[in-house]
């Protein structure tokens, strides 16, 4: 099975605003937005599970841990249904970047299933044809990259109905396979900070949901990659 471009999306750039909270707040929070908030009309809930990709000195990680002003992620990503856990037939291939605080992002369908890449070692050498795609469609990334450990986490999305912002919480961040070539050791156990965001033109709570710091949510910077990488590693954060 081979990685063919099918779409390719050029996102434009808008302000991903983040609120840091423990991840055993999580199921309050949700109860809380759903009596406030909408689902998302398109994808309300799911499961995400993504492959993230580096060089062999981990030059992205880098980027994020100094906090450079171009950071650049590369990741493999299919969903699953949040009930049933079972992968969908769709995994799509990205290429982000921030730069300064924006961000923008290249997006590309592939013809890997969901289901077959959930079976698959990080070790299989196929997995490393992500790269030759991504330069193909014009990313400017390096040649040379491999898959470092799969994040898996649960999505659930909403719409505040008053200011049409859009919202979102991951939460029970795990790792649960690591390509042993890059880091030869585990951690099953999820991260112990959840995710909440805020999505759209605006860096600013909508004024009915200033109530989540009250319940923990605390705005700051926080990376999925070096969060589990420092979890995998057991360095304190």
Known sequence: MSLTSKTQQHHASEHETKFVFRNVASRLLIQWLRARCQPDPEFPEGII???????????????????DYLKTKVRLRWY??????????????EAKYKIGGRRQKIRIRTDYSGKWLSGLSLEDERLREVSGLLLSKGAIIPSQLHPAFLIQYKRLRFVEPVTGARLSID??????????RMIPRTNHFPLREAVFELKGRTMELPNVLHQLTALGCRKGSFSKYSACYQNIMRIAF
């Open 49 to 67: 599970s993504s492959i993230y990709y580096d060089t062999r000195d981990w030059r992205f990680l880098r980027e994020k841990i100094n906090s």
């Open 80 to 93: 699953a249904d949040i009930d049933t856990e079972e992968p969908g037939d769709e995994s799509f291939l």
């Open 171 to 180: 939460c029970d961040i795990c790792t649960p396979k690591i390509n042993m």
